[in-house]
């Protein structure tokens, strides 16, 4: 066969017309991706929505590593706050910056529930013992009860002065107590709307507060250094602590053990204190021991307690979490982070502790080794609040990033 006599001329360049076409496929421009439309495995458009069905554009890229089942995006702003229901193990509530509570449930990607009416951030959540009613406390000094079965405002309780600093529920009743930015603590019937009393007595914002498991007592803790102990029903003002050897300023977390006698306190100026509830005593941990483990040394922000053992632990911004033993005043282990411990949370009745933390990393530590046996990734910013649910199967972390995010921890119960 000879050749083409323009061979030479046309190396390199192929030109083709319609007569060369072996099928003609139409494309809808709306089945073309567009340019920020980030593609799956198989070359598919995803299409990331929030709870309300808006496309996300909070520019997370799908290739970060994200090791959660469930990610809620309903908010607008960064949160605060997260609590699980104490009966439903997928009901989470959640509040934030923008203003907004949502309930939610793990797994149900297109339900939300959103909690109106404040004016302000909603910066604490908390679920009443039977899971009957959510109280919101936001810094517009407003608390709003809801009804959880019909999913209505029920009432709003107001009388503080100042932003609700935290809310917290008797064990055992529909009463309220919530602590306040003007140095004041209230306490509600919910079920009656009604005010019950008010207790005064801090010289400062009241940071942390809540009832002894027994209900027969309140604790709190205040900017101002001291612990208050009062009596619910007088309000009467049992026991001041403060003062040598006591904090030296503000506190920043509280906790109660099960028997209702000790008070666990952290601080600002990163010491740990045990209070003596009956008698208002401190309790001195060994200061050889303290200081052999390098206790913290910078505020501490979070503290809990073991449910199946005499444990508490305590997170601070000196990037450690450590396990202390009640019994013996000591400290067990010391767990050091990369960066700051913002929260943490006892997984069940475990030997497991899950700390949340500035570098936006929630990890899971052994109490009995101090080992790091997990860490979980997904989040671009400082964790502020962890949960877990109530059947032990997943723990719920929010951000400043603006997002829920929820891991499956059911290997560690």
């Not at 890229?61 to 229901?85: K, Q, R």
């Not at 508490?312 to 911004?317: D, S, Y």
């Not at 400082?382 to 921890?409: M, P």
């Amino acid at each position: 066969m000879d050749a083409p006599a323009n061979d030479e001329e046309d190396h390199g360049e192929v030109f083709l017309d319609e007569t060369d076409a072996l099928r003609v496929i139409t494309i809808d421009d709306q089945d073309l991706p567009e340019a920020d439309e980030e593609l799956g495995s198989d070359g598919e458009a995803i299409d990331i929505r929030d709870a309300d069905g808006e496309q996300r554009s909070d520019g997370e890229s799908m290739d970060e590593a994200d090791d959660s089942m469930h990610i809620f995006t309903g908010h607008t702003g960064e949160l605060y706050t997260v609590a699980c229901s104490p009966t439903d193990g997928s009901l989470v509530a959640t509040g934030g910056g923008d203003d907004k509570g949502f309930l939610w449930r793990i797994g149900e990607g297109d339900w939300a529930f959103q909690l109106q009416g404040h004016e302000n951030s909603v910066c604490s959540l908390a679920f009443s013992t039977d899971g009957h009613l959510l109280a919101s406390g936001s810094l517009d000094g407003i608390v709003q009860i809801w009804d959880i079965n019909s999913r209505n405002l029920k009432c709003t309780l107001d009388g503080p002065g100042g932003g609700i600093e935290w809310v917290r529920w008797h064990p055992r009743g529909h009463l309220v107590l919530a602590g306040s930015e003007d140095s004041t603590v209230w306490m509600w019937n919910a079920e009656k709307s009604s005010f019950l009393n008010m207790f005064s007595g801090h010289g400062s914002s009241v940071t942390c507060g809540d009832f002894t498991p027994d209900g027969k007592t309140i604790c709190t803790g205040s900017d101002d250094a001291t612990l208050r102990i009062w009596n619910p029903r007088s309000g009467e003002n049992i026991h001041v602590v403060r003062g040598h050897p006591y904090h030296t300023d503000g506190l920043t977390c509280l906790t109660i053990t099960s028997d209702s006698t000790l008070a666990l306190t952290g601080s600002k100026d990163s010491s740990v204190h045990i209070v003596n509830i009956t008698t208002g005593k401190i309790v001195e941990f060994h200061p050889q021991v303290v200081s052999s483990l390098n206790a913290h040394s910078d505020s501490v922000e979070c503290i809990g307690l073991a449910k199946s053992s005499p444990w508490a632990a305590t997170g601070g911004m000196d990037q450690k979490l450590i396990v202390w033993d009640l019994q013996h005043s000591l400290p067990r282990c010391t767990c050091e982070h990369e960066e700051g411990v913002a929260c943490l949370s006892w997984l069940g009745s475990s030997k497991y502790v899950a700390t949340g933390c500035v570098d936006g990393k929630v990890r899971v530590w052994d109490s009995l080794s101090g080992d790091c046996v997990r860490i979980y990734s997904g989040h671009s910013d400082a964790i502020q609040s962890l949960a877990v649910s109530a059947n032990g199967e997943f723990l719920v972390s929010v951000s400043i990033d603006g997002t829920a995010r929820v891991f499956e921890t059911a290997e560690f119960q």
